[in-house]
């Protein structure tokens, strides 16, 4: 597996930075193609007069269109300074944004996505619900971090649980896992849970070594260094990279994440690889 195509979500008005850096690295590194999409949801305004609710409503679009122009202008500009063959496939519909950009995803290997606020037009609340759209993919996600070097690569952790959305996150991560000099498989476990967790861990670490990808075991108090704790445990191990299963359930049609998930989201410093 390589990432031939590279699905990138751009946010609207905002510089994007990581996320084109990120993409661009990964479509010189693999000889693939960028694709881009923006979008934003839309706002919603307290009921009142219906004239000053109708301005205000065109007012917003013409913003929201202004940025999005903007948005694609940028992208495309970028991709031709760095050579980089790309395709835009449009804006995200008017509050479908998450939905549209998932079922973009059929057309790519990967998707890229920022997590960290950036400076832009729109209120928080109106961006990109990324959790969303990593329950919804069915592709590896990649979480931008706020500034984005090719050092960051030298080192990765793989937070290890033996499930389903763990092992295929670290299958997806293997073409990134391939650039680094060595990998940590770091798993927490109870005193009862010791055993199977150093059995799982060092097979994992077989299985990347069948891939020549340097790797080593790491079994964590759960009680000193629950899961929740786990990036910050890696981080301090000098991973750049950190590949983990995205855990959540859809409740009221809201999605409600795992702890470790929801710790992961707010880690800008760090790439993050994850699947559900």
Known sequence: MT???VLLHLSPGCANSSVLEIGAW?????KGRALGMSGVRPE?????GGMLAAE???EDQKLVDRCLRDTEEHFRGYCERMG???TWYGFGTYGGVERDLAEQARSADVVVVATAHQEGPFSTSRRLN???????TGRPVILAPTEFTPEMLEKAAILWKDTREARRAAAAA???LKEVSSVDVIQAATAGEVFAAEKATADVCAWLHGHDIPAAPFVEDAGHCPPQGLTDYASERGAGVVVAGFYGHSR???WVLGGASAALLKRHSLVRVVSH
């Open 174 to 176: 293997l073409p990134l």
């Open 84 to 86: 980089i063959q790309h």
């Open 26 to 30: 990964l479509c010189k590194r693999y």
């Open 252 to 254: 009221l049609r809201e």
């Open 56 to 58: 205000l409503i065109m």
């Open 3 to 5: 990432y031939r195509t």
């Open 44 to 48: 919603q305004y307290a009921a009142t």
């Open 130 to 136: 990324v959790s969303d759209v990593v329950l919804r």
